[in-house]
């Protein structure tokens, strides 16, 4: 049983550009939440996608955007790459939005913006 | 607005002895507490999870307690192994509490155990 995959794992982009990521739950989860952690920081919340739509959102600006598709995969947009956005962008999937549900994360993607 | 603080201190153990994380809250209290372990380089992984009607849960040589009183959980490793050396989240909900996988994390705390 697959658990939550990542790609890519290590991207270097310069300021202004853009970046896609992708991300693809573990079986049977339908939930998928993006989380980015800096060196040293807990990871911190993105947004989460259910069913297609945005459901949930953290203080993000509007260049972070994200999609999930039909079979529940997901993909993290970031526009107008600055240096702070490098960090390290975690996916993690759940089983619908429920309480208390644990995350499983991916392994992430390393993106460093020079 | 929610914050979370965890030992900012790495902890350094021996081998065998019981490890102790705290992780301290601001305002409301969370339906429940998530505990993660994170690798370098590697995704969280979950621990454990404590609602706020209970006290204490266990898990092998994991405990986790709950006061909503103090604002404060602890996280014991009994017994501890070199490979327990890791960085430890704790993390809570955030209302709306029907809305699972957002999550508040702390800034983790790096524990080393030594032979």
């Known amino acids: 049983d697959a658990g939550v995959t990542q790609s890519p794992t290590h991207l270097i982009k310069t300021r202004g550009q853009q970046v896609t990521l992708r991300c693809s739950p573990k079986?049977?989860?339908?939930?998928v939440s993006w989380y980015q952690q800096a060196l040293g920081q807990g990871p911190q919340f993105i947004f989460q996608y259910y069913e297609e739509e945005e459901r949930q959102r953290g203080n993000f600006p509007d260049r972070f955007s994200g999609h999930q598709f039909p079979n529940y995969s997901s993909e993290l947009n970031v526009n107008a790459l600055l240096l702070g956005d490098s960090a390290l962008y975690l996916c993690?999937?759940?089983?619908?939005?429920?309480?208390?549900?644990?995350?499983?994360f991916g392994e992430g993607s390393r993106l460093t913006v020079l | 607005s929610q914050k979370i603080e965890q030992n900012s201190e790495a902890l350094n153990i021996q081998e065998g002895k019981t490890a102790t994380l705290t992780c301290n809250y601001t305002n409301y209290s969370p339906a429940y507490l998530q505990w993660y372990r994170q690798d370098p380089g590697r995704g969280p992984v979950f621990l454990l999870l404590i609602r706020e009607n209970e006290k204490e849960k266990r898990k092998e040589r994991l405990k986790v307690t709950f006061d909503t009183t103090l604002k404060q959980s602890l996280f014991h490793i009994t017994a501890s192994q070199p490979a327990d050396s890791a960085t430890y989240l704790c993390a809570l909900d955030i209302p709306p509490y029907n809305q699972g996988g957002k999550l508040i994390f702390g800034q983790g705390t790096e524990l080393s155990v030594k032979p």
């Open positions: 079986s049977g989860h339908d939930t």
């Open positions: 993690a999937s759940s089983l619908a939005p429920t309480l208390g549900g644990e995350l499983f």
